[in-house]
């Protein structure tokens, strides 16, 4: 089937489609359960294995020294399912997975609700989603034909006879026929359960078939009626008042049962409003309207809400009885740099928005955000907690600093709870490529536009005060070392022969340092003495003086000679710490260099070849023309001022 045969693909998925519909009585359904028991599995089984059989994997420090520093010793699992549309938040998602599991092993946690709290932008609302989606995706499940509670044909079984069909099909049968359901076998199939007709019936959240919603409701208008149905009216002249024909079992608990129930802000409803709540967990049974007798409930209630409302309803004693069936998980803020890029790429690769984005302009709005979620530490400076957060090694005067990653947390238990959200960065981003002329955005517009955008927040002053030190100081500093690396970088890159040429020289006078002996000019056949001063003002680049010279030059020679030996190629790249001694002694003379290139207004031949083919290389490595320009205008009015 080719890309653009359309009808081929409507009628490959209508016949899928149709394979997987079944209608049947219950002795058909009986066989298909004595052969594949999971059909019959209750609403958190099926949840878990949904989440689970994408895959999973087991990482630990001894696979990654970056996860050694983060983690320790400590085993994350990380689930694919989740992989491509959470980034920085293993800890919560491996807790929401835990609680599934237990309570498809009809644990407590089968009773009881799972309940996201954590600051606005953090991502509850996308798990919530993403349960959602995951339900949708399931296999369509088997469900008594015309029940509006879409229950589990197996309750049709009655209770004495339980056991015996319990042993032969090899499943608990857990539940009890809704009244609609009981009446109807009754009066319809005169008590022959067998010949009940069974079907079934795919998850939808836009259907209500399986998933149902509780949005806040007025305090002064809250109707039960939203949670589990309704008499109808016109009915009532019909039938008795206790009749079942008269229900309308359409509520959230209605829908959402052997799915999902969602309590959207479920703190912002009055107590009385959520007691539907305690019976469906505890007792797994609902009020039915009117006059009827409570009805079994099979389902997965989530909740999820902000902090402060979280704080204000647990403060009150008398909603002990809520609180004890609350299984709490913290989706806290992103605090891993590299994850929290990973957010804005996904969510700018999501977007229309088709501009060039210079390199470092996302890493730096990230920095904001993280730097803005982390708590003031005795023990480091804001920047050096993000990347040691970050999993990276924090060096000073040559040596790694040891910092326990581990003491900067338990000082700060509520970190990652308050700060700067992701939807604030974003609409950032989105402000500056909106108001781009060039189609174009770099660190330096995307800075401007944050700190403009933080000085029009209502938040109170030290924090704001906080914020533009992070902007105009912390970050501006950082991203200006990052630009004269880069610069200096290409402008090395154009510097292809001076490098080897200074390699070349240290080679020479290496070999005759070590064997004590004089170096032939190649162009007069001189004999010159070894220029110990020009080997040491390379060596001084990465800190090798006295002594540990002597074993450098050595380790140097013998290590080229062994190159050339299994005939290697030789250049200034072919020894790393060599290589990083060349780069800085040419760094060090190229900034002079490149400050009057950048600001001269007439450039002579040589110079404009050296800086063209620095812009060539910064295009290499992501940047195009109108930022390359931008950044270097700022590089020549910040980084090497007169």
């Given at each position: 089937?080719?890309?653009?045969?359309?009808?081929?693909?409507?009628?490959?998925?209508?016949?899928?489609?149709?394979?997987?519909?079944?209608?049947?009585?219950?002795?058909?359904?009986?066989?298909?359960?004595?052969?594949?028991?999971?059909?019959?599995?209750?609403?958190?089984?099926?949840?878990?294995?949904?989440?689970?059989?994408?895959?999973?994997?087991?990482?630990?420090?001894?696979?990654?020294?970056?996860?050694?520093?983060?983690?320790?010793?400590?085993?994350?699992?990380?689930?694919?399912?989740?992989?491509?549309?959470?980034?920085?938040?293993?800890?919560?998602?491996?807790?929401?997975?835990?609680?599934?599991?237990?309570?498809?092993?009809?644990?407590?946690?089968?009773?009881?609700?799972?309940?996201?709290?954590?600051?606005?932008?953090?991502?509850?609302?996308?798990?919530?989603?993403?349960?959602?989606?995951?339900?949708?995706?399931?296999?369509?499940?088997?469900?008594?034909?015309?029940?509006?509670?879409?229950?589990?044909?197996?309750?049709?079984?009655?209770?004495?006879?339980?056991?015996?069909?319990?042993?032969?099909?090899?499943?608990?049968?857990?539940?009890?026929?809704?009244?609609?359901?009981?009446?109807?076998?009754?009066?319809?199939?005169?008590?022959?359960?067998?010949?009940?007709?069974?079907?079934?019936?795919?998850?939808?959240?836009?259907?209500?078939?399986?998933?149902?919603?509780?949005?806040?409701?007025?305090?002064?208008?809250?109707?039960?009626?939203?949670?589990?149905?309704?008499?109808?009216?016109?009915?009532?002249?019909?039938?008795?008042?206790?009749?079942?024909?008269?229900?309308?079992?359409?509520?959230?608990?209605?829908?959402?049962?052997?799915?999902?129930?969602?309590?959207?802000?479920?703190?912002?409803?009055?107590?009385?409003?959520?007691?539907?709540?305690?019976?469906?967990?505890?007792?797994?049974?609902?009020?039915?309207?009117?006059?009827?007798?409570?009805?079994?409930?099979?389902?997965?209630?989530?909740?999820?809400?902000?902090?402060?409302?979280?704080?204000?309803?647990?403060?009150?004693?008398?909603?002990?009885?809520?609180?004890?069936?609350?299984?709490?998980?913290?989706?806290?803020?992103?605090?891993?740099?590299?994850?929290?890029?990973?957010?804005?790429?996904?969510?700018?690769?999501?977007?229309?928005?088709?501009?060039?984005?210079?390199?470092?302009?996302?890493?730096?709005?990230?920095?904001?955000?993280?730097?803005?979620?982390?708590?003031?530490?005795?023990?480091?400076?804001?920047?050096?907690?993000?990347?040691?957060?970050?999993?990276?090694?924090?060096?000073?005067?040559?040596?790694?600093?040891?910092?326990?990653?581990?003491?900067?947390?338990?000082?700060?238990?509520?970190?990652?709870?308050?700060?700067?959200?992701?939807?604030?960065?974003?609409?950032?981003?989105?402000?500056?490529?909106?108001?781009?002329?060039?189609?174009?955005?770099?660190?330096?517009?995307?800075?401007?536009?944050?700190?403009?955008?933080?000085?029009?927040?209502?938040?109170?002053?030290?924090?704001?005060?906080?914020?533009?030190?992070?902007?105009?100081?912390?970050?501006?500093?950082?991203?200006?070392?990052?630009?004269?690396?880069?610069?200096?970088?290409?402008?090395?890159?154009?510097?292809?022969?001076?490098?080897?040429?200074?390699?070349?020289?240290?080679?020479?006078?290496?070999?005759?340092?070590?064997?004590s002996a004089k170096i032939k000019d190649k162009s007069t056949g001189e004999e010159l003495e070894c220029d110990v001063k020009f080997l040491q003002s390379i060596e001084e680049q990465i800190g090798i003086t006295g002594t540990a010279a002597l074993g450098f030059r050595q380790d140097v020679t013998a290590y080229m000679f062994s190159l050339l030996r299994s005939g290697g190629k030789i250049d200034y790249k072919s020894y790393e710490p060599l290589k990083e001694a060349i780069e800085k002694k040419l760094t060090v003379s190229v900034k002079e260099l490149s400050r009057v290139i950048t600001k001269a207004r007439v450039r002579d031949g040589e110079q404009d070849g050296k800086?063209?083919?620095?812009?060539?290389?910064?295009?290499?490595?992501?940047?195009?023309?109108?930022?390359?320009?931008?950044?270097?205008?700022?590089?020549?009015?910040?980084?090497?001022?007169?």
């Amino acid at each position: 089937m080719t890309n653009l045969d359309f009808a081929g693909l409507i009628k490959q998925d209508r016949e899928e489609r149709k394979h997987q519909h079944f209608s049947g009585t219950l002795l058909d359904y009986l066989a298909i359960v004595k052969d594949n028991p999971k059909v019959a599995m209750l609403a958190h089984q099926r949840m878990h294995e949904l989440l689970n059989d994408r895959g999973v994997k087991a990482v630990s420090g001894e696979d990654d020294p970056r996860l050694k520093r983060l983690y320790g010793n400590e085993v994350i699992k990380k689930y694919t399912f989740f992989k491509d549309e959470f980034y920085g938040i293993d800890k919560s998602i491996m807790k929401i997975m835990r609680y599934f599991h237990s309570a498809a092993m009809r644990g407590e946690e089968a009773r009881q609700v799972l309940y996201l709290v954590g600051p606005v932008g953090a991502g509850k609302s996308s798990l919530m989603e993403a349960l959602k989606k995951a339900l949708e995706m399931a296999h369509p499940m088997y469900v008594i034909k015309d029940c509006p509670m879409r229950e589990e044909p197996l309750h049709l079984i009655p209770k004495h006879l339980r056991p015996n069909f319990e042993k032969m099909l090899g499943v608990k049968i857990e539940g009890d026929l809704c009244p609609v359901c009981r009446w109807r076998l009754k009066h319809e199939y005169k008590g022959e359960f067998e010949n009940v007709p069974v079907t079934t019936t795919e998850f939808s959240v836009r259907s209500r078939k399986g998933v149902g919603v509780v949005p806040p409701v007025d305090p002064n208008n809250q109707d039960t009626s939203v949670l589990s149905g309704s008499v109808d009216i016109s009915k009532m002249d019909m039938y008795p008042e206790d009749d079942p024909r008269v229900l309308s079992l359409n509520g959230a608990f209605n829908v959402g049962n052997r799915g999902i129930v969602e309590f959207i802000e479920v703190f912002k409803n009055d107590v009385e409003y959520l007691h539907t709540m305690i019976t469906a967990t505890q007792e797994k049974s609902i009020p039915s309207p009117g006059k009827g007798s409570m009805i079994y409930f099979d389902g997965i209630i989530l909740a999820h809400s902000n902090e402060a409302e979280w704080n204000r309803f647990k403060s009150d004693h008398t909603n002990e009885a809520i609180l004890d069936r609350i299984v709490k998980v913290e989706v806290p803020y992103c605090l891993e740099l590299d994850e929290e890029v990973k957010i804005y790429r996904k969510m700018l690769s999501n977007s229309a928005f088709n501009a060039h984005i210079a390199p470092h302009t996302v890493e730096m709005a990230s920095m904001f955000a993280i730097l803005s979620r982390l708590a003031s530490s005795a023990k480091v400076d804001p920047f050096t907690k993000l990347k040691i957060y970050n999993g990276e090694e924090i060096v000073e005067k040559g040596s790694t600093k040891k910092v326990d990653i581990n003491e900067l947390r338990e000082e700060a238990a509520r970190e990652g709870m308050t700060g700067i959200s992701t939807r604030f960065i974003m609409k950032a981003l989105d402000t500056a490529l909106s108001d781009s002329e060039h189609n174009c955005i770099n660190p330096i517009t995307v800075l401007d536009t944050l700190i403009k955008a933080v000085k029009e927040m209502v938040i109170n002053e030290d924090d704001k005060k906080r914020y533009l030190g992070f902007l105009q100081d912390t970050l501006k500093k950082e991203y200006n070392k990052l630009l004269e690396k880069e610069v200096t970088r290409a402008f090395i890159y154009g510097y292809q022969e001076q490098a080897e040429s200074l390699f070349n020289n240290y080679l020479d006078h290496s070999e005759a340092f070590v064997n004590s002996a004089k170096i032939k000019d190649k162009s007069t056949g001189e004999e010159l003495e070894c220029d110990v001063k020009f080997l040491q003002s390379i060596e001084e680049q990465i800190g090798i003086t006295g002594t540990a010279a002597l074993g450098f030059r050595q380790d140097v020679t013998a290590y080229m000679f062994s190159l050339l030996r299994s005939g290697g190629k030789i250049d200034y790249k072919s020894y790393e710490p060599l290589k990083e001694a060349i780069e800085k002694k040419l760094t060090v003379s190229v900034k002079e260099l490149s400050r009057v290139i950048t600001k001269a207004r007439v450039r002579d031949g040589e110079q404009d070849g050296k800086f063209n083919a620095m812009v060539e290389e910064m295009k290499r490595n992501g940047y195009c023309d109108h930022c390359c320009n931008v950044v270097l205008k700022y590089a020549a009015n910040n980084l090497w001022r007169d």
